[in-house]
C-alpha cells in the first residue's frame, strides 16, 4: 500500500476473527489459521478500520494519541497497512461503496 492512497479501508470480516483481550487484539487469519497479536499504538488503528477509515485519518489518530508529528504518524500507517494488505485482510470499505451513487 506504498504510495498515495484513497478511499477508505476496513478490515476484511472474511479474512479474520479477533477478540480484544486487555489491552491487546487477538487475531485469528482464517486463511492460515495464524494467530496474531495487535497492540500498541496498531491498537487504535485496527479499532478504526473495524469501521472504515482513510489513511489520513489513522495517521490523525496516532498524532493525537501519541503526541507525535504527523510525518511520523504517516510513516507508522503505511507500515501498518502494508502488514496488513500483504496478509490480505483489508479491502474497500463497504460504507464507502453505500455512499456512491454509481456503485
Not at 479477533?18 to 497492540?39: K, M
Not at 507508522?76 to 485482510?89: C, G, T
Request: net charge negative; proline share 3%.
Amino acid at each position: 500500500m506504498t504510495g498515495p492512497r484513497r478511499g477508505r479501508l476496513e478490515l476484511d470480516t472474511n479474512a479474520v476473527v479477533w477478540r480484544e483481550v486487555d489491552e491487546e487484539i487477538i487475531v485469528l487469519e482464517l486463511s492460515t489459521a495464524v494467530y496474531l497479536t495487535v497492540n500498541g499504538s496498531a491498537r487504535p488503528l485496527w479499532l478504526r478500520l473495524t469501521h472504515g477509515a482513510t489513511a489520513d485519518e489513522l495517521a490523525s489518530v496516532l498524532v493525537e494519541e501519541y503526541a507525535i508529528t504527523l510525518e511520523r504518524a504517516a510513516a507508522d500507517v503505511d507500515a501498518f497497512l502494508d502488514a496488513l494488505a500483504a496478509r490480505s485482510l483489508l479491502r474497500a470499505s463497504e460504507s464507502e461503496a453505500r455512499l456512491d451513487p454509481a456503485g
